[in-house]
């Protein structure tokens, strides 16, 4: 019986600061890649995230357009999650790997949204070609995506009006999973 509360409460820890740190991360991103701030997706995480991020701002401030505050936010989340499940399954976490767990899985976090972000985008660009900039979210995986597609668009033109831009950043944030993955072994 207390095996299901145990796993419920993983489970229910898991998503709410799963959902949370992705929303800290995205716009962390939109801000890096410089999205429209006023695209109402945008305008929605500034919203969920705010309180938490503007206590910080005051205290942290950033540094060469880098929003320090919100890795800070991104960290603190991360860790105070390992932390409460490493509490519910009965193990107590010690102070350094649970930092380095914290910054591994941010990473694989962020790679994980640029990837399916640019295999969104690619999808979306098969049924509106000329009107990704139009929608407001499809304007977010433009602005979001555009830093990794256009050094890659720069090595490899299209053929025949193909881009196969994509293919190589997707394999190229493949290859970091897997370096990240050999790294941590």
């Known amino acids: 019986m207390s095996s299901f509360f145990t796993e419920a409460s993983v489970l229910i820890v898991e998503v709410v600061f799963g959902l949370y740190i992705l929303a800290v991360l995205l716009r962390f991103l939109f801000q890096l890649s410089r999205a429209d701030f006023y695209n109402p997706i945008s ?3 500034v919203a969920l995230t705010n309180p938490l991020l503007a206590p ?11 929003d320090i505050s919100s890795l800070v936010l991104l960290l603190a989340l991360k860790c105070l999650e390992l932390f409460i499940l490493s509490w519910l399954i009965g193990r107590a976490p010690d102070l350094v790997p649970l930092l380095l767990a914290a910054v ?10 640029y990837f399916y972000a640019i295999l969104l985008r690619v999808i979306l660009s098969w049924f509106m070609p000329y009107g990704m900039r139009q929608n407001p979210a499809g304007d977010l ?17 299209s053929v025949g009006g193909l881009d196969l831009s994509p293919i190589v950043v997707l394999v190229g944030l493949q290859l970091l999973q897997l370096a990240l993955a050999h790294l941590l072994r």
């Not at 910080?56 to 880098?66: D, K, T």
């Open 43 to 45: 305008q929605f995480l």
């Open 104 to 113: 591994v899985s941010l990473v694989r976090l962020a790679i994980n949204v």
């Open 56 to 66: 910080l701002r005051r205290v942290i401030p950033g540094s060469f357009g880098i």
């Open 141 to 157: 995986l433009v602005s979001l995506t555009e830093p990794l597609m256009r050094p890659a668009r720069r090595l490899i033109p």
